[in-house]
């Protein structure tokens, strides 16, 4: 395992014991991507002490590590006896955003992400995500933010605090806390063929085909009225958000699976509800056209059988 720590946020304290004893609020945001890897952190911290630092990883410079930081004015500081080093904010609050991996913080076993963050300590003693400072975080906001193809299987921390699961969302709230670790598992969605997140999704119609080659065609057959859609078919979104036009689009498709499953999504109502959009199908041998609804709280799609004996 990385022996990096995986977030240390690290305060300079006033002299006051007013000012020492405000604390500071934390909120850190990891948006989980699709390859169930890699992410896009967000991390605001609020404080009134005088100046903070952030740790970074030894051997990366900031504009590596950050795409985003406010203030824009740091002091980049080496550490000599430490595997990692440090930028410094003249000022307690600051916000950040970074993109990287889990790569040395996950396990995968039996189809299973396990994330556990790292515990290897400071010399100061400090691990796992910590504030290099005495009284630790006031208040401290842990969210998750897992994309549509994964579901949260189980989290813990060695912190007292409280946890939600809101659909993909998992949140961990605690204050006057310290030193947390955190072990979170996931995996992959059992995908359903007829799916769609907030949407009931009906089976209008079907069709056989003989090739797996296949081309989809789409349209409004209907009158234009800025109709904007998007098509899935099985786990793939073919096209996203596009407007509906009386010339046909047409696009390729290899099926590899003997049941696949399109659907249409509305991605607004137009002028003239619901959406509809004429979906053709073509496998060389067998042509069909099938007229498909949807408004933003259904969805209707076609089955393609697949028989290639």
Known sequence: MNKTPFIILSFIAFATIDAFSQGYETDFIRY???????YKDYTRVESVRSNSWHYIEKGKSPNQVFSFTSPREFKFQPLL?????????????????????????????NGIYTFQNDFSRSKDGYYGVSAAVTEGFKS???VWVFPDNFEVLNYECNREGSWKLIDNTLSFTAQHVNNLLFKISYKNRETLPLYLKNRNVILKDSIQVKNRAITISIWDDSQIDNDVISIKLNDEWIVKYLEAKAERI?????????????????????????NTTAVEIDDGLTKKIIVLNSDLGMSEAIKIDLNTE
């Open 32 to 38: 989980l991507n699709e390859d169930g890897i890699t």
């Open 81 to 109: 006896d430490e595997n990692y080093n440090r930028i410094q904010f003249e000022q307690g609050s600051f916000s950040l955003i970074r993109e990287d991996t889990m790569r040395n913080e996950l396990i995968f076993k």
């Open 140 to 142: 401290f906001n842990y």
């Open 250 to 274: 047409s696009f390729k498709y290899m099926l590899t699976k003997p049941e696949n499953f399109i659907i249409l999504r509305a991605d607004n109502i137009g002028k003239i509800p619901p």
